[in-house]
């Protein structure tokens, strides 16, 4: 008989981990996309960051 597949589990939203708290003060780790607003956050890669929702990108300038 053929055995019973376990269902996969989803991967929960870590929205959480992109703020921090100081007080009574909630403060915003990431920069916000100038195109969507506040609430949808540049992802930091090696050379820039990019918004995911719009495609927005930033570039680092490079240091000499």
Wanted: hydrophobic fraction near 20%; proline fraction near 3%.
């Amino acid at each position: 008989m053929a055995e019973a597949e376990k269902p996969k589990l989803k991967k929960t939203s870590k929205k959480w981990t992109s703020y921090e708290i100081s007080g009574e003060e909630l403060k915003r780790k990431n920069k916000s996309c100038p195109k969507c607003g506040v609430g949808v956050f540049l992802a930091k890669h090696k050379n820039r960051e990019t918004c995911g929702k719009c495609g927005y990108t930033e570039f680092a300038s490079k240091k000499e």
